[in-house]
């Protein structure tokens, strides 16, 4: 029996310096994912996205003082003045590259510019721990999409820190909807950091439904409905959740249980059915409907994408960059990626060749 030799450290940088001018270990990610489907291990119908960071190895740059902007003149702008300030704002706004602009702008880009403009080089990032205190660190986020029956990684995308999460669930959206064949795919569960009506949007154009936590913005309090935005009586009961019609896009509620004993009740006065089209307000209306149990039970799915996030970590080094700069830390995102499916992949397939071996 022979072993090659290891390679040198010359030929493991000049390996890298290769890797990160191509997009080779995306195709052999994309590759692995349409293996696992063809052979039937990716049947889900349910998709978590999250992102979660990871430090990079090189030195954080020192804190950079801001020039003091000029004062403002004072009193409103003349005519003249206010047309030639929106021009001037319309012009850099056009300008400014594709993820420095609203995530509205992502809908009617293309697969291909949404993930070759993606920012990478290593920057500060911040997010709340669990006691709502902020956490920085300098470096990368990873987002990814995962099958929350399945647990395979079905798209993934590298970024800097800065980038904020709700900007990475698009690309990775589109890449499921135009790369893979899923076919009993119907649902997108995220966090409240992805509440965002182009992201809902995007969803609803693949033809499947948005399961995303509710994110309040100094939103007043919806008159006549309750906090998941179901319709209240006069009394202010909350009406029950009870179907919905895909062909119609409605949601149907029925009355409260309360209206037993309610008073009201003979008088003609009280609904008992409402019909709610989720078009209406793609944010607020979804099916299964808000607050519901099945709403609560598909969310809960979420835990999938977590857990995978916490084994490339833990298990397969993602938190162990080793080389310096954006583009060589996305080739060990890649490659941290890859090899966690190639694992998935070879694991499924003991596991159907034992099973098939005990039906034997």
Same mark, same amino acid.
């Given at each position: 029996?022979? @072993? ?11 390996? &890298? ?7 080779? @270990? ?59 300030? @929106? ?57 990814? *999409? ?7 990684? @079905? ?69 006549? &409905?309750?906090?998941?935005? *179901? ?14 019609? *895909? ?112 039906? *034997?």
């Amino acid at each position: 029996m022979f @072993l090659d030799p290891i390679p040198s450290e010359a030929s493991y940088s000049r390996l &890298f310096a290769k890797l990160k001018e191509t997009n080779a @270990l995306e195709k052999a990610q994309e590759k692995v994912v349409l293996q696992a489907i063809a052979e039937g291990f990716i049947i889900d119908d349910t998709v978590a996205i999250d992102a979660t960071h990871f430090e990079a190895r090189d030195q954080a740059p020192l804190k950079e003082e801001k020039p003091k902007p000029e004062p403002k003149k004072r009193g409103s702008k003349s005519k003249e003045e206010r047309e030639q300030w @929106l021009k001037e704002k319309a012009e850099k706004e056009a300008n400014m590259p594709l993820y420095d602009k609203k995530i509205e702008a992502q809908l009617d880009a293309s697969l291909t510019e949404l993930r070759d403009e993606v920012p990478r080089d290593p920057q500060w990032g911040v997010k709340k721990n669990s006691e709502g205190k902020n956490e920085f660190w300098f470096g990368y986020k990873g987002h990814l *999409a995962v099958g929350t029956s399945s647990q395979y990684i @079905l798209q993934s995308l590298f970024s800097s820190g800065k980038m904020n999460d709700g900007k990475g669930a698009i690309p990775l959206l589109k890449g499921i909807d135009e790369r893979l064949p899923l076919p009993n795919l119907c649902y997108q569960t995220m966090d409240a950091g992805y509440d965002f009506e182009p992201i809902y949007q995007q969803v609803y154009q693949m033809g499947q439904q948005s399961i995303i936590a509710y994110n309040k913005r100094n939103e007043s309090e919806p008159i006549g &409905f309750d906090k998941y935005f *179901a319709p209240t009586c006069f009394r202010e009961h909350s009406y029950r959740y009870d179907s919905y019609d *895909a062909k119609y896009e409605t949601l149907k509620y029925t009355s409260p249980k309360e209206c037993k004993d309610c008073p009201l009740a003979n008088e003609g006065i009280c609904q008992k059915v409402f019909k709610m089209k989720i078009t209406k307000d793609l944010r607020r209306y979804t099916a299964p409907a808000r607050g519901s149990k099945a709403w609560k039970a598909i969310y809960n799915r979420r835990s999938a994408v977590e857990r995978v996030n916490a084994y490339l970590k833990e298990f397969f080094q993602l938190n162990n960059v080793r080389n310096r700069t954006g583009e060589r830390a996305k080739v060990h995102f890649d490659i941290v990626t890859l090899m966690y499916n190639a694992s998935k992949l070879a694991a499924d397939r003991i596991n159907a060749e034992l099973n098939l071996q005990q039906a *034997a």
